[in-house]
């Protein structure tokens, strides 16, 4: 099958895992990576490229709009996103591990897919992403090497350093009142979320980095 037919399949498939309907969702994102996992020996690293730019990107982007547009007004409803969610940054990290020797050079393109969606103001999909960041480290970290932990050390940077809740400066104790666009709450729990990351990649993988990969001035952010 010609890569223009299966990027029109997947894409179409993208749509439908936009559907709120649970059975249909959590479905729909399971054959999509099914379909990736299956058949991605098939793909050149060009073609690869094209699935994570027109099919993985705005699946993610799709799954970000979701949690900050619903409200959840039914447990249901937040079950359906929280679940497909977890499902779908599992199922891509499993297969970028199955297929790294093809898609090795979409690491950093990845991590900017994670950074964003970890700098969500919804706190519940910021928790599942530096999850997924977590997994993806474990899961895929005998491959890495100088430059892949550099991308990592650098999404680290971007995502405390855009997530400082600055406004929080600004806080008066004397009109303590709570502003619901005010995602500095989130911010916070991201930031002690990111930090125990941080530490726990320092204890674990710290013996394989070089003098090149440097944690100080990410470090410096949270003092």
């Known amino acids: 099958m010609k890569?223009?037919?299966?990027?029109?399949?997947?894409?179409a498939l993208v749509s439908v895992c936009n559907n709120s309907r649970r059975r249909v969702h959590m479905q729909s994102v399971v054959t999509?990576?099914?379909?990736?996992?299956t058949y991605g020996d098939g793909f050149s690293k060009n073609q690869w490229q094209n699935i994570m730019s027109e099919v993985v990107k705005p699946l993610f982007e799709n799954?970000?709009?979701?949690?900050?547009n619903k409200k959840f007004s039914r447990n249901e409803d937040w079950l359906v996103y929280n679940e497909a969610s977890r499902e779908a940054f599992t199922r891509m990290i499993d297969i970028y591990n199955?297929?790294?020797g093809k898609i090795s050079h979409l690491l950093e393109y990845f991590l900017n897919i994670l950074g964003n969606c970890i700098q969500s103001p919804h706190e519940q999909l910021a928790q599942i992403t530096i999850s997924a960041l977590r997994y993806t480290i474990n899961r895929c970290n005998?491959?890495?090497k100088e430059s892949e932990w550099s991308y990592?050390?650098?999404t680290f940077g971007n995502v405390c350093k855009t997530t400082i809740p600055t406004q929080l400066l600004n806080y008066s104790l004397t009109d303590p009142a709570y502003n619901e666009?005010?995602?500095?709450?989130?911010?916070?729990?991201?930031q002690l979320m990111m930090i125990a990351l941080i530490r726990d990649v320092i204890e674990t993988y710290g013996h394989r980095f070089t003098n090149q990969v440097n944690f100080f001035p990410i470090l410096s952010l949270n003092n």
Do not use: A
């Not at 890569?3 to 894409?11: G, K, N, R």
């Not at 999509?32 to 996992?37: D, K, Q, T, V």
């Not at 799954?63 to 900050?68: G, I, L």
């Not at 666009?181 to 991201?190: E, F, G, P, T």
């Open 3 to 11: 890569i223009e037919i299966w990027l029109d399949m997947l894409i």
């Open 32 to 37: 999509l990576f099914e379909i990736l996992r």
């Open 63 to 68: 799954m970000e709009k979701n949690f900050q």
């Open 98 to 100: 199955l297929y790294y």
């Open 142 to 144: 005998v491959h890495f």
């Open 152 to 154: 990592i050390v650098n």
């Open 181 to 190: 666009s005010d995602n500095s709450l989130v911010q916070c729990v991201v």
